[in-house]
């Protein structure tokens, strides 16, 4: 995590020079604020890898030494039956779509977005999954 980190750093700060030339040059405010929020979406990642690097063990990524199958193993849990996804990207296309058709297609699209992650966050709280 602390080779991530550093990425995300000198990221920021090439999109930090980038930003401040591109806004001097160009005068065009849309794209150095762009480039300005990138820098500080840039900025909290590369801190928040850095911090988490401290507390967490040493992975195979910081190890030069490491082979590829050093870092094997279990990611996480995710869900293999999931419809939600589904649900929450037919949602989420409605949305989008309603800025270019119009507004109102917002008022079918709110409804399904909600209802497909309400679905997602509590899949595994009902039916046989249920815990007593």
Known sequence: MKIQGKMFIWLAVFILATA???GVWAKEPAGATALFLAFGLSVMIGYYLTFTARRVDTGAQDNKEADVADDSG???FFSPHSWQ???LGFGGALAFL???V???LM???APIILVAVWGWVFEY???ENRTQ
Do not use: H, K, M, T
Request: hydrophobic residues 50%; proline residues 5%.
């Open 102 to 104: 119009g507004w109102w």
């Open 74 to 76: 279990e990611v996480g």
């Open 125 to 127: 709280y009902r039916g």
């Open 107 to 109: 008022y079918f699209s």
């Open 85 to 87: 996804p589904l649900a």
């Open 20 to 22: 401040v030339v591109y």
């Open 98 to 100: 309603s800025v270019a």
